[in-house]
């Protein structure tokens, strides 16, 4: 297989730690997500995933460690959220992607307009796009969802499915899909899927959080899994079933890992 050009890594965290005041938030995380590739984020609550994805997104900096985006290394002196857009790093959450009284080409290019000569939006152009973007990017085919539709006449998946488009229309390096199926029904939670095997087909690196531990392991090529603000394993899909890896988080959730210790 040739290799194709550019960095082999999406990201690589090397080292990170978080404290908040006394308190370790998060410790010596290293990690990589490589290109094309899907990574599952896994850990009970408080495990530190949230903390750790507000580092990658620009939230907040780590109080050590180093980030590396495509290659380009990171100066979190800088780094913020438009620094992370920037960067090629986009997040897809649960329910807050979207602005669901605004029509879906406003919300493919909110904050990103494209201007025309005096500084006026170019709603021809982006509503081009984003026709585009839904027909060609994420396969939506019904006469009923048009560029000019607004969000609050989406379901769930739709939604979801639009958030991800956008974020692949921007040249993520990585897209980061918090939580993305939460209160879906089992329909729209396979639309959902569906459009990040698209993300996947695109030749995009993504990082894939759900406490839906059947919905991880269908959607993942690798398991990177937290507790108590450390990563204990990474563990390929290709060595790991679905019970075993579901016997491996509950042995944590149930402190029996402590006991080995």
Excluded at 79 to 97: L, P, W
Excluded at 130 to 144: H, L, P, S
Excluded at 180 to 201: C, D, G
Aim: glycine share 10%.
């Amino acid at each position: 297989m040739i290799e194709p050009p550019g960095p082999r890594y999406a990201v690589q965290m090397i080292n990170i730690e978080k404290y908040f005041g006394l308190v370790c938030a998060l410790k010596n995380v290293t990690f990589d997500v490589g290109r094309n590739e899907i990574v599952g984020l896994i850990g009970d609550n408080g495990a530190g995933k949230s903390t750790l994805v507000k580092i990658l997104t620009g939230v907040f900096p780590p109080t050590n460690g180093q980030m590396v985006v495509a290659g380009r290394q990171v100066n979190f002196k800088t780094y913020n959220v438009k620094q992370a857009h920037a960067h090629g790093v986009e997040t897809v959450y649960q329910d807050r992607s979207l602005g669901e009284k605004q029509v879906l080409w406003r919300n493919f290019f909110v904050g990103r307009e494209i201007l025309r000569p005096f500084g006026f939006i170019d709603v021809k152009k982006e509503k081009a796009i984003a026709d585009e973007i839904m027909v060609n990017t994420i396969g939506f085919r019904g006469k009923g969802i048009t560029a000019d539709s607004k969000v609050s006449k989406l379901s769930g998946g739709e939604r979801q499915g639009v958030a991800i488009g956008r974020a692949m229309h921007f040249e993520a390096e990585l897209i980061i899909l918090d939580e993305p199926t939460v209160a879906l029904s089992l329909k729209e939670v396979r639309k959902v899927l569906n459009f990040v095997h698209k993300i996947k087909e695109d030749g995009k690196a993504c990082m894939y959080i759900s406490h839906d531990i059947q919905d991880v392991y269908e959607i993942s090529d690798r398991f990177i899994i937290m507790d108590r603000g450390e990563i204990v394993a990474s563990i390929a899909k290709q060595d790991i079933t679905l019970k075993a890896l579901d016997d491996f988080l509950l042995e944590y959730a149930h402190g029996l890992k402590d006991k080995e210790a």
